[in-house]
């Protein structure tokens, strides 16, 4: 009885291997088996998407930088036309910051020296504390960040009208709050605008847009599993790929 049992059971195999395996085979070698997508084995690498820039929409609109127009550490008046025709990265920030405001702007100037001879690269740096952050504060803050692309312009100018442009403009949360260092807060985030002055973004591995680089984390971080990991060096990547077009 157990001899027919193992009989009829190596028949079964037989047979499926006969009539299913060339279907299997003839599906991986066409391609046509699903790979990727949002399964992932464990262990396996989920990168960002490096292909084409998107648009970030609204109600099917893209996003634009608002109209802006401040004063930056030379005390020229400097609106959002001084960087049309520009790629350029936007920050908010302050200069009594002691916390991600370092890491932010290192990482901005380690970005800026690979772009130091291209006219056509910018930042515009808005401060969130523009009562202390006058011309003259933000000059010898950029004096002694060593900065020398003229195109890089640290903005100060009416607080309401700087939180509005970072809050509405942006959807970058900026406040203030009495019980935060020096009461303000802010994202670590920078954003990325081409030169028609659109915000871009690549998608994450999701195949969702990521509107906002990661800025507060150093360039070169050793980070443990679990942690923010650096998105400098892919901002840098996508920066290249608008000054090409």
């Known amino acids: 009885m157990r001899k027919n049992t193992y009989i009829g059971i190596a028949f079964i195999v037989l047979v499926f291997g006969v009539i299913f395996i060339p279907k299997i085979f003839k599906r991986v070698s066409n391609d046509d088996v699903t790979r990727g997508g949002r399964m992932h084995a464990v262990g396996e690498s989920q990168e960002e998407n490096t ?6 929409t609204l109600n099917g609109v893209d996003r634009k930088v608002p109209p802006f127009e401040f004063v930056n550490q030379n005390k020229d008046t ?3 036309i001084n960087y049309r025709g520009k790629v350029y990265l936007v920050e908010f920030f302050f200069t009594r910051c002691t916390d991600i ?3 932010m702007n290192h990482n901005l100037q380690a970005i800026s020296k690979q772009f130091e001879n291209d006219p056509n690269f910018g930042i515009a740096s808005f401060s969130i504390d523009p009562e202390h952050d006058t011309s003259e504060v933000l000059k010898a803050y950029a004096e002694d960040y060593g900065i020398t692309n003229p195109n890089w312009n640290f903005m100060t100018g009416d607080r309401d009208t700087i939180y509005r442009l ?5 959807y970058l949360n900026v406040s203030y709050e009495a019980g935060l260092e020096n009461g303000f807060y802010h994202s670590g985030l920078f954003a990325l605008i ?3 002055g659109f915000i871009r973004s690549r998608l994450d591995p999701n195949g969702n847009p990521k509107p906002y680089y990661r800025g507060s984390v150093p360039l070169d971080a050793q980070v443990l599993e679990g942690e923010e990991a650096p998105e400098i060096d892919i901002l840098i990547e996508d920066i290249k790929k608008l000054l090409k077009k």
């Open 51 to 56: 292909g084409d820039l998107v648009y970030i």
């Open 166 to 170: 970072s809050n509405e403009g942006f």
């Open 78 to 80: 400097i609106s959002n």
């Open 101 to 103: 405001c370092i890491p």
């Open 194 to 196: 081409d030169q028609n």
